[in-house]
């Protein structure tokens, strides 16, 4: 994570979290609560604040392309809490939900 403060003339300065999360879960999970100290310790509360990157994590079981309820449930759970007690909320995406072929045979998603 890489966090700074953007200042434009005339504007009200930006938090911005750049985020790569990891692809383990104790990593991710050690991310989340890093980010909650970071809400804390810099009373983001009352600042603008945008977190964006990839957290290699769903927030809901359509974003997966075989979503295995009992592997996912608890990750997904625990990431949007965290959101929730941040108060930072997931902007939409439009377009193709899964853009990789990962260059396996078979259908495409």
Known sequence: MITCEIELPN????????????NTIE?????????????????????????????NQILHPYEHS???????FLQMFQFRDSLLQMGVFDLRFYGPVHTWTNKCDGPQL
């Open 66 to 72: 075989s979503f295995c309820h009992s592997t996912h």
């Open 11 to 22: 504007c009200t300065p930006i938090i911005y979290s750049a985020i790569y999360a990891s």
């Open 27 to 55: 990593e991710r999970t050690d991310l989340w609560v890093e980010l909650l100290n970071l809400h804390s310790a810099h009373d983001l509360d009352t600042r603008p604040w945008m977190v964006g990157g990839d957290f």
